[in-house]
């Protein structure tokens, strides 16, 4: 398969930008000629990878995978008020469906199984069937995964450039909207915000995130804790409302879909 020698980024025509940071960060990423590794992965600019995003005292970076806010051992409390996670259902096979993303090679019929294969998900999801969701997950993303491989019939980087950034502007616009209300973002990560506020101002959150539903078409699962506490922003633990535990990283338990070793 031929490596091509550079490719750009499109405009999703689903971000927009309140901040003048922001839009300046939206049109250097627009503008840019991406580079590719011999191995056929896309090059991380140099530029992107010294830049820090700050909102409103959270720093955020971007990367060809996925954004990153940058705490670092940070314990924190819902004190009766809302703590909660915000993640997008699906997101990148999201962003593959709605920005219409199929390989040359393949075309509309991949797009119509892609599809296929997320409503299985997510239905399978819905009805607690962990085993169908878990396994159609690892289809989803493998897939996707195959975009930047060059090894592979799916290879196809321009795709996968677009689905990586596309995700990243749009968790950043997410961002931008809570902090402009005075919601706190405290770990950002790839397809997800913490969000920490106080009781009353739940509903501004919610119509903040509904908003933000509408104009990306992207659907937001919330999560409530009690507590999280984190190493960083890929190890933690958090303490759910029904006194479950989330563990990432470090704190993982192991298991077949995460082997620590």
């Known amino acids: 398969i031929k490596i091509p020698k550079a490719i750009r980024y499109h405009d999703p025509k689903i971000v927009s930008f309140d ?4 839009n300046r ?6 503008a840019h000629e991406f580079a590719f590794q011999g191995n056929g992965s896309i090059k991380m600019p140099k530029w ?17 995978g996925g954004l990153h806010s940058s705490e670092k051992s940070q314990l924190v409390r819902s004190n009766d008020g809302i ?4 993640d997008v259902a699906s997101y990148y096979p999201s962003i593959i469906l709605q920005q219409k993303l199929s390989p040359a090679s393949m075309g509309t019929p991949f797009l119509e199984l892609y599809q296929s294969l997320v409503t299985r998900r997510l239905k399978a999801k819905a009805t607690k069937d962990m085993v169908t969701a878990n396994t159609l997950k690892i289809c989803l993303n493998g897939s996707f995964g195959k975009l930047g491989s060059k090894y592979s019939a799916l290879y196809a980087p ?4 677009q689905t990586t950034v596309t995700g990243q502007l749009c968790l950043l616009m997410l961002i931008e909207r809570m902090e402009a209300v005075g919601i706190k973002i405290m770990p950002a990560n ?6 920490k506020a106080p009781i009353e101002m739940e509903r501004t959150m919610e119509l903040v995130a509904w908003d933000w539903m509408l104009d ?6 919330r999560t409530d804790y009690e507590l999280l506490a984190s190493r960083d922003v890929n190890s933690y633990m958090a303490v ?3 006194g479950k535990i989330k563990r990432k990283g470090i704190f993982n338990t192991g298991g077949l879909m995460k082997n620590p070793d």
């Open 19 to 22: 901040t003048p940071e922001l």
């Open 25 to 30: 960060i939206f049109k250097k990423v627009l």
């Open 48 to 64: 992107l990878k010294d830049t820090t995003i700050n909102i409103d005292g959270g720093d955020y970076r971007m990367g060809i």
């Open 83 to 86: 703590l909660c996670e915000l």
């Open 158 to 161: 321009e795709l996968l450039l």
């Open 190 to 195: 790839t397809d997800g915000i913490v969000c």
């Open 216 to 221: 990306t078409s992207y659907n937001l699962e």
């Open 240 to 242: 759910k409302t029904n």
